[in-house]
């Protein structure tokens, strides 16, 4: 079968600076695969390219998804990648703060919504069903997510973790098939991370969603991933098994520097 | 010992001030004399009058940080909030108004109607430039283009065709619209001051073709003698058009707020507020963000092409000293003084910054001074404008049993 993401010998320049140097990567269907490697090695890059924020210099990028229809993102805008099914969430949380947690999530609807100006101003019976259909689904989403406590609070208003949080059920709301998560454990405490750590199997298992994340926390990637992709300097430098990344030495080399 | 501190910081801000102010309120140079007049009692008033300022300013600084930091803050904005809400007490309030609203033109003379349609108009262009500039949060400072699109629009076709009112105004609508996507096509990719600067470039250029074009548009003449809107065929005395105009504009203000209010809180209304808040993650939520700038724009400008029409209409004379950028800055003032992204904050907007020079008339001397002065208050007290944001949001209720 073939993976859900492809994506081939991927180059990205900044001016002179090579981010990302002829990066390979796939993740299958079902798949939590985790992308490490020290700061300023290029993740985030990765995913910038990936959802169409970043135009790679070269390379290809290719989802298939479940019915065996292929695409190629390469030069569509983040839209239409997010249309195709691929969300995100962001390293820096990038919240729509004057919005309510539940308009955060009706946001993440769009794109599978139709109502237009018409039916916005006319509001016909089909828009007000679909809005009704919205407000239940986002409501839904916040309760699998585990914030649903939080659906009337401004956004900019809730604690570090919650945040954190609504980026995930923001994107969950644009249904994906596959969900890039850019360090969504960064600044949480033990306890939430545990939690996160659950939430994210259980989105793999009942939703049967493919997962990609960045993560820095060691114990998290280690007990989450199926696979783990360890990046340096905008190149991949191994790939395989947590229990074969611990042991790589190039790993061991790039995360506790040369002398070591 | 709080008070101390604070006495002795205002006291500093005082003699700053009689030192800043002492060239142009205490020196004055008596050239035909040739001697120097100095006025230590001005030095006197400057400090008395800064000082005293400045402790209320602290004061009504202190009062709202210890409001912020208790438990009152909660229910001070419950109660806000509860009053543009709950039914039981806004609705008597909007009885009220609706009668004065009604009445008007029976209790106060034709020019005091006159002036309340010319408020009525800034209100409805200001409900236009919320959308683009409160709700998708595109700073747009060349709104009159649209405006003076709507208003040519009327003026030529009445002028050679003779061209109904009526027919204009939906016309001078779609011209609107039109014009709002073909002058937002080249300032997608900008934002922020950028955006700031085409816009403004683009509400001269039109005025200065305007100016220019005299096969066109008759030049800085302008064009006279268009007809007042004809009310179901009714010859009318010009006091009676001008009230007539007056209930038209009333029940196009109802019109678009219900539009407006419509648009704000539907899918296409989120969208645009997710991109004022957020650029990238509101492309990554999957709104095409070229399509949502473009509908701001042209949903913002109808209304202005529309009111454009109506303001040809009433003057029965359009030329392009009408549309300059001060009129773009009076209608933003309106957004941000009222507060952004809130209907009713456009309609008090509209109404204290049109009526207030109005009725300032009598002080015409120091009018500018005094819109000036309150503009710097509300900046330093109410960023937020003066309703601020009570945007309808959604509150979700868990439907019981
Ligand atoms: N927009 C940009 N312009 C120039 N350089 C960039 C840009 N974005 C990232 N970089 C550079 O690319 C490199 C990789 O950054 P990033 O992908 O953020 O790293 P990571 O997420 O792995 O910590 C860094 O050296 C960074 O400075
Ligand atoms: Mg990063």
């Keep these: ?260 | 010992m709080i008070i101390v501190d604070y006495l002795k910081k205002s006291f500093f801000v005082a003699i700053w001030f009689m030192f800043l102010t002492f060239p142009i309120m205490v020196i004055r140079v008596d050239s035909i004399e040739g001697i120097v007049e100095w006025r230590w009692q001005n030095m006197l008033l400057v400090g008395i009058g800064s000082f005293i300022l400045s402790l209320v300013g602290r004061y009504i600084r202190i009062k709202q940080e210890k409001a912020a930091r208790s438990v009152q803050k909660g229910r001070v904005q419950q109660l806000k909030s509860s009053l543009l809400i709950d039914p039981k007490m806004y609705l008597p309030g909007l009885a009220l108004i609706s009668l004065l609203v009604l009445v008007f033109p029976f209790l106060f003379s034709v020019y005091q109607t006159n002036i309340m349609t010319t408020a009525l108009m800034y209100i409805v262009l200001g409900l236009g430039l919320n959308i683009v500039v409160g709700l998708a949060g595109l700073l747009d400072l060349g709104y009159v283009a649209f405006y003076a699109v709507g208003a040519y629009c009327y003026a030529l076709l009445n002028h050679h065709f003779g061209l109904s009112f009526w027919l204009a105004l939906p016309l001078g609508a779609l011209l609107g619209a039109l014009f709002g996507i073909v002058l937002g096509f080249p300032v997608l990719r900008l934002r922020g001051d950028y955006l700031a600067i085409v816009t403004l470039g683009f509400g001269e250029i039109i005025r200065l073709v305007l100016e220019n074009w005299n096969e066109f548009s008759f030049g800085p003449s302008g064009i006279a003698n268009i007809d007042r809107p004809n009310f179901f065929g009714i010859d009318m005395s010009l006091n009676e058009s001008i009230i007539a105009l007056y209930y038209m504009m009333v029940c196009l203000v109802l019109f678009s707020i219900f539009m407006v209010n419509r648009l704000q809180s539907s899918r296409i209304g989120r969208a645009w507020i997710a991109l004022r808040e957020d650029e990238i993650a509101c492309q990554a939520m999957g709104i095409d963000k070229t399509k949502t700038k473009l509908t701001a724009f042209a949903l913002g400008a109808t209304w202005a092409g529309m009111v454009g029409v109506i303001f040809a209409a009433k003057t029965t004379f359009v030329n392009p000293a009408s549309f300059t950028f001060l009129e773009s800055a009076i209608i933003l003032s309106i957004v941000v003084l009222g507060g952004m992204g809130s209907i009713v904050g456009v309609v008090v907007g509209a109404l204290v910054l049109i009526l207030l020079p109005e009725y300032l008339r009598a002080f015409s001397d120091y009018r500018m001074l005094l819109f000036g002065a309150i503009m710097v208050i509300m900046m330093v007290f109410r960023p937020q404008g003066i309703i601020g944001n009570v945007r309808k949001s959604y509150l979700f209720q868990e439907k019981k049993g």
């Design chain 1, 1 to 260: 079968m073939k993976p859900i993401l492809e994506v081939n010998k991927i180059c990205m320049d900044f001016g002179g600076l090579r981010a990302l140097d002829q990066l390979d990567l796939e993740v299958k269907s079902g798949e939590i695969v985790a992308l490490i490697g020290p700061n300023g090695a290029g993740k985030t890059t990765f995913f910038n390219c990936v959802t169409g924020i970043y135009a790679p210099t070269s390379g290809n990028i290719f989802l298939h998804d479940m019915k065996g229809k292929s695409s190629s993102l390469n030069g569509l805008k983040p839209n239409k990648i997010t249309e195709k099914g691929l969300a995100r969430t962001f390293q820096n949380i990038r919240l729509f703060s004057e919005m309510t947690v539940l308009e955060n999530v009706m946001v993440g609807c769009h794109c599978r919504s139709t109502a237009s100006i018409l039916g916005a101003l006319f509001r016909n019976k089909k828009t007000v069903q679909e809005e009704e259909e919205i407000v239940r689904k986002s409501y839904g989403i916040l309760q699998k997510v585990g914030i649903s406590e939080y659906v009337n609070e401004m956004a900019k208003n809730l604690p570090y973790g919650a945040q954190r949080r609504l980026e995930i059920a923001r994107a969950l709301a644009t249904e994906p098939l596959l969900l890039l998560l850019d360090e969504p454990a960064a600044g949480m405490n033990p306890q939430e991370t545990k939690e996160l750590d659950e939430l994210i199997v259980r989105l793999r298992d009942n939703e049967g969603l493919s997962i990609l994340l960045i993560e820095h926390d060691m114990k998290l990637v280690m007990s989450l991933s199926d696979r783990i992709f360890v990046m340096d300097y905008g190149r991949k430098i191994a790939q395989g098994t947590p229990a074969e990344v611990r042991e790589n030495p190039v790993v061991i080399k790039a995360y506790l520097g040369d002398d070591s």
